[in-house]
């Protein structure tokens, strides 16, 4: 039995834009590699600008986007593609996705108290109506909340903040070990974010719940993270324990990043005829680093070699002004931006 929660090894996706034959290529997740431990539940951020690559980390991880090579294995079982519904079914019981907008997770017609029956009806967590409603109430005292606060109410009728607990709550409700949050209180209200990021802690610390955060909120992600991965282009360029990362960061892009807090784009997803800039399109398609074009300390190799991962002050980083070989030639040269 591995004593691994979550294993993340290679993953990548590359998207092919503009048509199969006729357009270009994305690699919008370049050889991504984790893993989670199963007896020590963590908090880990994936952070970085818009378009760096976290959602489709987490969709992969979720199955909802297929990966171009790489594995995800769960538990010791390979979960990169399951086809067959039971088997899906155990997964996602397991690993639950809490995602932006709540608003838009409810139906404004559907009394919210429907979706967390209906997720103990469809994972089949009870047996007894007694049994789903005590199923229920627990996830609910688990967020802070009660059956009788939210019962037969509407979304509208509830805050942003009690609707986005509610939601954690719904995910709660099969017992998961992982939760799966995609900027989950980028949508709330400043001055709820907090408490809904302490709840991750305490669910983490209550209940053995590993939390994949995925934000662009990096005062939240020191609060409350274990570990952090610094996304850029697709690749992670910074990884390991929050405080090493994010009180001395080592990456120029991690440097960069700290001193200007990006800020979430609701509007920047997805859609049918992507654009990309050509300062993305450079940088997406770059064999060296892809923060070439922007790095204050890039040098002559940084343009055409791909970055190995250097292990240096209790963290990995992906940036050659760390690696041992160019150590006494590149670097005594002049940086080239
Ligand atoms: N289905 C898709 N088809 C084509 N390109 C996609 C698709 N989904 C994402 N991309 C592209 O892949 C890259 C990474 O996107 P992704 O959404 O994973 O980044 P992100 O870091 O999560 O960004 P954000 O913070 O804005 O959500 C972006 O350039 C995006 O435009």
Redesign the pocket.
């Given at each position: 039995m591995s004593n691994k929660l979550l294993e993340v090894k290679d993953l990548e996706?590359v998207?092919?834009?503009g048509g199969r034959f006729f357009g270009s290529k994305?690699k919008?997740?370049n050889k991504v590699n984790f893993d989670l431990d199963a007896e020590k539940p963590e908090i880990l951020t994936?952070a970085?600008?818009?378009?760096?690559?976290?959602?489709?980390?987490?969709?992969m991880i979720l199955g909802l986007?297929t990966p171009t090579s790489g594995e995800v294995i769960y538990k010791g079982r390979n979960v990169t593609h399951i086809k067959k519904r039971k088997e899906l079914l155990e997964y996602m019981k397991e690993v639950q996705p809490i995602f932006q907008n709540p608003f838009e997770t409810f139906n404004p017609l559907k009394k919210v108290d429907s979706y967390l029956f209906e997720m103990a009806e469809n994972y089949e967590i009870a047996k007894t109506k007694e049994e789903k409603q005590k199923g229920v109430e627990e996830s609910l005292n688990s967020v802070g909340l009660t059956l009788k606060e939210i019962k037969g109410r509407y979304p509208n009728e509830l805050s942003g903040g009690q609707l986005q607990r509610v939601s954690v709550a719904r995910a709660l409700v099969t017992r998961p070990s992982l939760l799966i949050a995609?900027?989950p209180v980028s949508m709330v209200d400043a001055s709820l974010r907090m408490s809904i990021v302490n709840l991750f802690a305490e669910l983490k610390t209550k209940y053995n719940v590993s939390v994949l955060y995925?934000t662009?909120d990096l005062a939240t992600a020191y609060y409350i993270s274990d570990r952090i991965a610094i996304?850029l282009?697709?690749d992670v360029v910074e990884f390991g324990d929050i405080d090493k990362v994010m009180l001395s960061p080592l990456h120029p892009y991690t440097q960069i990043l700290l001193e200007s807090v990006p800020q979430?784009?609701p509007e920047?997803?997805?859609k049918e005829d992507?654009k990309?800039s050509s300062l993305?399109v450079k940088e997406?398609s770059r064999l060296g680093c892809k923060f070439y074009e922007r790095c204050p300390f890039a040098m002559k190799i940084c343009k055409d070699v791909e970055p190995p991962y250097v292990f240096k002050d209790g963290r990995e980083v992906k940036c050659h002004l760390y690696s041992e070989e160019i150590k006494n030639t590149e670097k005594s040269e002049e940086t080239v931006n």
């Open positions: 996706k998207f092919h834009l994305l919008a997740v994936f970085g600008e818009t378009g760096s690559g976290k959602t489709t980390v987490a969709r986007e995609d900027e995925i662009h996304m282009r697709g979430p784009d920047g997803t997805w992507i990309l993305e997406f």
